[in-house]
């Protein structure tokens, strides 16, 4: 047995009937079925983001103009980024690991964000290794081939100024 339909009825700025009704939206032709399009949509929407995965697609989505101008300047003009590409494939995992923390839940809140620190914190790690292997040589495969070195050198000296100091805390 199908659910039954329930009638609504809006008000809606003349800009925003406008744009409903030059809403190509699949198989919609009237208002209402644009409507019920747009709130299937924005339910969908709302549902991936409560998942690991539905919130690395949301991010992979709204990061996809980036890729593909980085896909543009390395297919037109042979120039690549590494560096961006290692923030478009991590930032989606980083957020979606901070999306997903049970803040408010059972485990207590101290055990459940003691677990996130963890798993970001390895999340991190691993792009900080892959940007510590871009700053291996002088030049890397980045559209400005010293960026790395520009970034990683004055990090190097506070890591050095933490070795020759070691915390006395523990």
């Keep these: 047995m199908g659910a039954k339909s329930v009638p609504l009825s809006v008000r809606l700025s003349r800009e925003d009937a406008a744009y409903i009704a030059s809403l190509k939206a699949g198989d919609a032709v009237t208002m209402s079925e644009k409507v019920r399009h747009l709130v299937s949509q924005a339910r969908i929407e709302a549902e991936r983001g409560e998942t690991f995965e ?15 101008a980085l896909d543009y300047l390395e297919q037109e003009q042979g120039k690549r980024s ?5 923030l478009i494939v991590a930032l989606p995992r980083i957020l979606a690991e901070l999306e997903a923390a049970d803040v408010d839940g059972d485990p207590p809140v101290f055990e459940s964000l003691r677990d996130l620190e963890t798993s970001v914190a390895t999340r991190i790690r691993d792009l900080l290794d ?9 030049e890397a495969p980045c559209l400005d081939p010293s960026i790395m070195r ?5 990090l190097m000296e506070l890591l050095d100024i933490i070795k020759a100091n070691p915390s006395t805390g523990e």
């Design 130 to 138: 892959q940007f510590a292997r871009l700053s291996v040589t002088r």
């Design 54 to 68: 539905g919130v690395v697609e949301q991010t992979e989505d709204t990061l996809a103009p980036l890729k593909q």
């Design 82 to 86: 590494a560096l961006l590409r290692s």
């Design 150 to 154: 520009k970034t990683t050198e004055p």
